[in-house]
């Protein structure tokens, strides 16, 4: 049995049931098996890791390291090609559990032959303990049924770059310019991402898109286009003025529009983006008033502002630890 040990930069937060089994199957990487982390296997290394929280259900661990059961037909894998697949992995396992911490670098990789895996023993249960305090909110826990699912839907596909950009600003909380840089981006890349992807849908959709102006466009003597130039316009005009991203444009989409239906969140995210632009021209917000505060209660504001947007753009799930 070959043996994959991937020793992180960081740690997965586990809640592991006492139902769960060895070992649960991936559909990608194709034909891996992710071990439970239960499981302890050689190489051992002197790590100084939260200790196991137990109740008669479930127990909550946190690890640096996974272990996969390759398949036997697998070829020689080299380093570059592991990291990719596992980083890739992680990617989507980050994205599912909206786990902010969990490691997308690698510290090594190991691959080593065993004959059989260790017996599974789930740890035992001493004490009548109702509740387990746990400093990281139970919904965001990886679990082998979340790394499951995971591995399924990174078939199908990719982890927008908006996510990825908010799970950092919200893993940055402590440094509070980063958290409010990362959720300002993270809110512009958002929108201009699901305002490009509604148009490329609905241009498709005729019976769904006659409230838009779409023409056909002789390109070259052989070749034509649909398009809209309205929207066009739009969007290109929402570089200079950030605002037509959730009032205009979406209004012309889908007639909603954050400023009508949240103007609060609205008003919150245009002094999110003038925070943005102060920091990137002059290193620091000057206008008290327009801008977020860099503090804990500043990046806090910012957080949850950009979490408001998202929700209001479809994207939930994601979790502002205050």
Known sequence: MKILSVILDGEIKWSISCKDQ?????????????????????????????????????????????????????????????????????????????????????????????KKLPSLKYPIFKHNVRRVKLFTPIEILATLSKAKESSDQSLVKEVPIYADLLLDAINAKKDYKK??????????????????????????????????????????????????????????????????????????????????????TYDEVLKLHETRNEIAHIGEPASVHKTFPITNKGANAALSCAKEVFEWFGEEGFIIKK
Not at 39 to 67: V, Y
Not at 224 to 231: A, E, M, Y
């Open 22 to 114: 060895i070992f649960v199957r991936l559909s990608n990487p194709k034909q891996w098996k992710l071990i439970n982390p239960l499981i302890k296997l050689a190489p051992n290394f002197k790590r100084q890791l939260p200790p196991i929280k137990i109740t008669s259900s479930a127990c909550f661990l946190t690890e640096d390291i996974l272990r996969f059961i390759l398949p036997s037909n697998e070829k020689k894998l080299y380093d570059e090609e592991v990291g990719s697949r596992v980083i890739n992995f992680l990617r989507h396992l980050r994205l599912k559990t909206k786990q902010p911490a969990i490691p997308t670098d690698l510290c090594a990789v190991n691959i080593e032959e065993i």
């Open 179 to 264: 958290a409010i840089l990362y959720a300002a981006i993270a809110v512009e890349t958002l929108a201009n991402t699901k305002l490009h992807n509604a148009y490329l849908y609905l241009s498709k959709k005729p019976r769904e898109s006659k409230h838009l102006r779409i023409i056909n466009l002789q390109v070259t003597k052989d070749s034509d286009i649909n398009k809209d130039p309205i929207f066009e316009t739009l969007m290109e005009l929402s570089q200079r003025k950030f605002r037509m991203l959730l009032h205009e444009i979406p209004l012309y989409l889908w007639n909603k529009s954050l400023m009508i239906d949240k103007k609060k």
